[in-house]
């Protein structure tokens, strides 16, 4: 899950939260409450690795979350993860300059009430790698060769072409495991 903060005048524009990721940064066990795993930079496109700008020049950020084993990724669930983040950060947050949150809505890609986005369409190359690495699967050996899942992982052809290369050079990116 995906949510991204934006300026209610602008939506190509994120909104001021550095000071609620000094305390994700600094705290985990908010991280941990509010089921935040990480905040990544915002992909630009599924073909290019390449971080989105937002007007000011700054890259996009998302806050990426996983719902639990025994939850479902449902339009409910993830409304109920974004009100818990957004009434934190209004509520908990003390602000260098004055902000206020609220949910504007669900964008995530729907097919027959499944969600239908790939990795690809959101994370860069190292954030796939690091999340399919420390998340879902225990090896890149146990789904290269498996066009069901890579075609899960990678949306654009030519991701999925090279799919098990991007795995692998960045597998370890987030466990601390880095070679």
Do not use: Q
């Not at 639990?68 to 009100?83: G, I, L, T, V, Y």
């Not at 934190?88 to 499944?114: A, C, H, M, Q």
């Not at 790939?118 to 060769?145: H, P, Q, R, S, T």
């Not at 990678?154 to 960045?170: K, M, Q, T, V, Y």
């Amino acid at each position: 899950m995906c949510l991204e903060l934006k300026k209610p005048t602008d939506p190509n524009e994120d909104a001021y939260f550095k000071d609620f990721l000094d305390i994700l940064d600094s705290d985990a066990a908010v991280s941990e409450e509010l089921g935040v795993i990480k905040v990544v930079y915002v992909r630009e496109t599924s073909k290019c690795s390449v971080p989105k700008y937002s007007t000011s020049g700054y890259k996009a950020r998302y806050l990426l979350g996983i719902a639990p084993a025994d939850k479902e990724n449902d339009e409910s669930f993830r409304h109920m993860w974004a009100e818990k983040i957004i009434k934190y950060i209004n509520e908990e947050v003390k602000w260098k300059y004055p902000n206020s949150f609220k949910l504007r809505g669900d964008l995530t890609k729907l097919v027959n009430g499944k969600v239908a986005g790939c990795l690809d369409e959101a994370l860069l190359d190292e954030d796939i790698g690091g999340f399919v690495g420390m998340y879902l699967f225990n090896a890149v050996d146990d789904i290269k060769n498996n066009t069901e899942i890579m075609g899960d992982i990678f949306s654009h052809p030519e991701n999925r072409e090279i799919g098990a290369s991007i795995l692998f050079s960045n597998w370890n990116k987030w466990n601390g495991k880095e070679e």
